[in-house]
């Protein structure tokens, strides 16, 4: 049973930093892209961020980009979204999802339905 669990989310500051973590378990063969997604309320989820284990290269958001770090460690399978000097526009529901085929294009976005696999969320809430 393919399952990837979100965890890291809370409260912080403006300007403060969050590290969320997303373990992969149950996957046959491990899947190539890992995403992180969020949705905030009313709105619609959006990509992140993703990242390839083919060749470890990356894709940032505009509205991420300088301030967010995607990684993975494969003997652990967990994908970690370090966060940095976040804003209150960040606060959202942080979702992790992985397929095994998707390709993560760097000059192009992530959508919800290239990946089969999701994590069940955790929040974050970026408030002074």
């Known amino acids: 049973q393919v399952q990837l669990v979100e965890s890291g989310g809370g409260l912080v500051q403006p300007g403060g930093s969050l590290r969320l973590s997303c373990a992969a378990s149950?996957?046959?063969?491990?899947?190539?892209?890992i995403a992180w997604f969020r949705q905030a309320p009313g709105k619609e989820r959006e990509g992140v961020s993703c990242?390839?284990?083919?060749?470890?290269?990356?894709y940032y958001a505009d509205s991420v980009s300088g301030r967010f770090t995607i990684s993975r460690d494969n003997a652990k399978k967990t994908i970690y979204l370090q966060m940095d000097s976040l804003k209150p526009e960040d606060t959202a529901v942080y979702y992790c999802?992985?397929?095994?085929?998707?390709?993560?294009?760097?000059?192009?976005?992530?959508?919800?339905?290239?990946?089969?696999?999701w994590g069940q969320g955790t929040q974050v809430t970026v408030s002074s």
């Open positions: 990242i390839n284990r083919s060749d470890g290269s990356t």
């Open positions: 149950g996957f046959t063969f491990d899947p190539n892209a």
């Open positions: 999802a992985a397929d095994a085929d998707y390709y993560c294009s760097a000059d192009g976005s992530v959508l919800p339905g290239d990946f089969g696999s």
